[in-house]
């Protein structure tokens, strides 16, 4: 049974390794404690977009990689994407150097939109090369 789910997953396990792996860093890169630098302030901004958008699109294409559609795949990630973003968004209060910020969660979706856009094409791209 070469597309058994069992198969499937298996099939996706790198993929599921490295989702968790980008995950985790990045949870963890929006929780450090800064100090007060702003010359860097628009770079640290800039990045919640490439970090959201990895971390949505390595986990859409996983979700797709086990079997699951896109329309799941897609709105899960999205829906836990902006969770995720909220969350941590309210734990920065308390982080030193970090502050809740809109303008950051509008650059998290921005990331999950495209994250997820890509993460759903992922197969359909892989399948053509």
């Given at each position: 049974?070469p597309d ?21 860093l990045g ?8 100090s007060e630098?702003p010359e860097w ?7 919640h977009?490439?970090l959201?958008c990895?971390?949505?699109?390595t986990?859409t ?22 969770a995720v973003?909220?969350?941590s968004?309210?734990?920065q ?5 970090r ?8 650059r ?5 939109l ?7 094409l992922w ?7």
């Open positions: 049974m058994s789910p069992a198969n499937r997953h298996r099939q996706a396990a790198p993929l599921t390794r490295l989702a968790i792996f980008i995950s985790v949870s963890l890169g929006l929780l450090v404690p800064l630098n302030q628009p770079l640290l901004n800039f990045l977009i490439p959201f990895l971390v949505a699109w986990w294409a996983t979700l797709r990689a086990t079997g699951r559609s896109r329309l799941f795949s897609v709105a899960m990630v999205f829906a836990i994407g902006i973003a909220v969350v968004e309210l734990i209060i308390w982080v030193p150097g502050y809740a910020d809109y303008d950051d969660l509008a998290d979706a921005v990331g999950l495209l994250g997820v856009m890509a993460g759903a197969p359909r791209l892989s399948n053509a090369a």
